[in-house]
C-alpha cells in the first residue's frame, strides 16, 4: 500500500498487523487505539544527489553550502511528530566514523543568503533547482511533504525548487540512469 493514510486505515480497521512509517499526526490515534508504535534512531538519511551537468549550479561549494544552511532540520523533526533526529552528516554525530568536519551543518538561514549573494544569486535572481523525489517506498517516512518543507526552507534563502514527484521504481531507475530530466 504506497499511501501512508491508507495503511493506517488497514490497520486501524485491523486488516492489516503492521505497518512502517505512519504519518506522524496518525500516531496519537495510533497510540490511544492500543497499537504499539516503536522508533529507534537508524542510520536512514535522506541524501539528495546533486546533479553535477555542465548547467548545475551545484559546481559551486557556496551553493552546496547555503543549501545545506538553509534547511531547519529541528522543523523538519517536527513535522515528522519527533519521529526522527536531525541529520548533521551521513551517520550520527555520535558515531565515531562522524569525524570532524570543517563545515558544521546547522540551521542558518543569514549565511545561507550570504553565501547566495556571494555566488551571484539573490530576490531578482533565483537559483533555479529540480528535485526528484518519490510519493513513496523504501521505508521513506513522509516524502512529499518532507520535501516540500525544505523547498519552502530553500525558497526562503534564494532557491527556486521545482518538484517532480514519482513512484519509487521510476526515481531508482532514474537515477541510476543518471539522467536529467
Known sequence: MPDANTRVAALLSG??????APPPDTVPRLKQQGMQVVSNVYPHVWPYWLSYTADSPFHDIRLRKAANLAIDREGLCQLLGGLAIPARGQVDASHRWFGKPAFEIKYDPAAARKLMTEAGYGPARRCKVKFLTSNAGSGQMQPLPMNEFVQENLGQ????????VVDWEALRARRRARRRR
Open 157 to 164: 534563502v534564494g532557491f527556486e525548487v521545482e518538484i517532480e
Open 15 to 20: 486488516e492489516i498487523d503492521w505497518v512502517e
